[in-house]
């Protein structure tokens, strides 16, 4: 078992930027890609960002450009960088990591409110 905790969120004005960051504990097996999705109210959740072990990124067309997805294999921490920020970004930003079988765990989501 591994624990996922997210941390960053809050409240920002549209254009400005945010990081969220992605801490999973200690683990017995070796970590794979590391990713983020996001749920806004009355919508599904969906793809984010997600890095791989080797750091091969893959981005949402929508924070193409914007958003930059990074990690730190030692520490097992996983970042998000969100520049350029928009109302339609406002959502619960979910961080997961993915074992050798694919298999992910979840943290519990961390509220990012773009608002002036």
């Known amino acids: 078992q591994v624990q996922v905790v997210e941390s960053g969120g809050g409240l920002v004005q549209p254009g400005g930027p945010l990081r969220l960051s992605c801490a999973a504990s200690?683990?017995?097996?070796?970590?794979?890609?590391m990713g983020w999705y996001r749920q806004a109210p009355g919508k599904l959740r969906e793809f984010v960002a997600s890095?791989?072990?080797?750091?091969?990124?893959n981005y949402n067309y929508s924070v193409q450009g914007r958003f930059t997805i990074s990690r730190d294999n030692t520490n097992n921490r996983v970042y998000l960088q969100m520049n350029s920020l928009k109302p339609e970004d406002t959502a619960v930003y979910y961080c997961?990591?993915?074992?050798?079988?694919?298999?992910?765990?979840w943290g519990q989501g961390t509220q990012v409110t773009v608002s002036s």
């Open positions: 997961y990591v993915e074992n050798s079988s694919g298999l992910r765990y």
């Open positions: 200690e683990s017995t097996f070796s970590i794979g890609t």
């Open positions: 890095i791989t072990r080797g750091r091969n990124a």
